[in-house]
């Protein structure tokens, strides 16, 4: 299948694996930019990389920057003097269990910089992109974060991971950093400790997922199933949920419920436990990168003659290719999902079309949530002073009515001349409520005829 660019090299050595082309969700979105970077969904031990402004990758077609111009003005109209120059950062993971996103997410990322510098710029002046690479660690995405908040960040796009997120929250918003995250979908975000809103996310929390998930369960048949799932924020939260809905609104019943630490490597006594149970299906609520050995030690095992079912943690097009690269039809009929969509409309259409031209790929999973977020940023910084606390202060209410609904170039043009916008992006009409969650509709995916990850439907 086709694969998206991965993100360009830069004077760090950092680099990223290119993300498996994959269908128009409808929206994980989970997992970029072009260029060197910054967190990710979710591990690695390598030093963050040093300050960098990011460029065009080798391979591809970077949006041409224009000259910036002469005045500049915000939702308010002109500004005199102008507002701050934005520095945008982002924490993606380029490398570990979720460095199959990353690198889709940070070029999505680099996109929106361009496409905002070629139109002038923020407050008179270029947008520059701090991009990390948090090699889905936490401990990593902590010093990235301590880096870019030394060097002036104002915006922060991720991290990919809820982990990542939860061990850099404080410090973001405590410095303070506007922070964005694409695909942290934990439900601890909705109820964590942040009383000045410097935390959003255009992703939804997996609180409803759990429940898109186990409609889905139901919907097959199954009365019956067994829990493997990651010990942090993400695998607790989804399959704890999950179990909860399943008991109690379809009467089904949870066996097996086995946990495993994020750095493990060896599965061979929990796939034993799986092996001993009579539930009828597994759940299985991990990432990509555990997610290989998971399943081919189910496959040694027998296991796949039982239904599978996970969530937007392996919602990859490629995924049963990585897992089963001679043969990646054993996971046909055997496991489907859920994750959040992206947009359908045109919005989606003309961003996927730009990502396209730009890397030679399809956007991956999260991608159109990454560029969502970084244009937020953008347009808050255009609309105030450009100080975190001034993108804080209009963030969450630029993205809602009664403004004028408007994507993101024709936006930044309204903000400009003093008007009030209603951002549709890539994802589609985002509304953020007062704490900074979204509610999005989610896709149903399958491992289809050839082995390759599909949407087949949507659930809201």
């Known amino acids: 299948m086709d694969t998206a660019a991965g993100p360009p090299s830069v004077d760090d050595g950092g680099g990223g694996s290119g993300v498996a082309a994959w269908l128009p969700w409808i929206l994980l979105g989970a997992l970029g930019v072009i260029t060197v970077w910054v967190l990710v969904l979710n591990a690695g031990d390598d030093e963050a990389a040093p300050e960098t402004t990011t460029t065009a990758a080798p391979t591809t077609t970077q949006a041409t920057t224009t000259t910036v111009a002469d005045t500049t003005t915000t939702s308010e109209g002109p500004t005199s003097p ?245 043969d990646p039809t054993i996971l046909t009929g055997v496991l489907e999902g859920t994750a959040p969509a992206p947009g359908d409309g045109p919005a989606f259409a003309a961003f996927a079309s730009s990502y396209n031209a730009a890397y030679g790929g399809d956007p991956g999973p999260f991608a159109a949530n990454s560029y969502d977020a970084a244009w937020l940023l953008i347009l808050a910084a255009e609309a105030s002073d450009g100080t975190p606390a001034g993108i804080k202060s209009v963030v969450f209410d630029i993205s809602r009515p009664p403004g004028t609904p408007c994507g993101p170039l024709e936006c930044l043009e309204l903000i400009r001349t003093g008007q009030d916008t209603d951002y549709v992006g890539a994802t589609g009409d985002i509304n953020f409520d007062d704490i900074g969650d979204v509610i999005t509709p989610y896709l149903l995916w399958k491992i289809n005829d050839n082995g390759v990850g599909e949407a087949y439907d949507t659930a809201q």
């Open 82 to 326: 102008p507002g701050e120059a934005l520095k945008l950062s982002s924490l993606m993971p380029l490398a570990g269990a979720l460095g199959s996103f990353g690198g889709s997410m940070q070029n999505a990322i680099q996109l929106a910089v361009d496409e905002a510098n070629a139109a002038g710029g923020v407050n008179d002046a270029q947008v520059e992109h701090l991009a990390r690479d948090t090699q889905t660690d936490p401990s990593i995405a902590q010093d990235a974060a301590a880096e870019v908040i030394a060097a002036g960040t104002q915006g922060m796009v991720g991290a990919a991971g809820s982990d990542q997120s939860l061990a850099i929250l404080d410090l973001v918003t405590g410095s303070p950093v506007m922070m964005l995250s694409p695909s942290n979908t934990s439900p601890q975000f909705s109820v964590v400790d942040d009383p000045d809103n410097f935390y959003g996310r255009t992703t939804p929390s997996d609180s409803l997922q759990a429940l898109v998930l186990s409609a889905l369960i139901d919907g097959k048949g199954v009365t019956s199933i067994d829990l493997i799932f990651r010990a942090d924020s993400y695998g607790e939260g989804l399959s704890g949920a999950l179990a909860e809905d399943f008991v109690a609104t379809y009467g089904g019943t949870v066996g097996e419920t086995i946990s495993y630490a994020t750095d493990q490597t060896n599965f061979d006594a929990e796939i034993t436990q799986l092996a001993g149970s009579d539930s009828e299906a597994i759940v299985c609520i991990c990432f990509t990168g555990e997610g290989l050995t998971i399943f081919r030690n189910a496959f040694a095992e027998g296991l796949l003659e039982k239904p599978w079912f996970g969530g937007d943690g392996i919602w990859l097009p490629s995924f049963a290719a990585d897992v089963f690269p001679d």
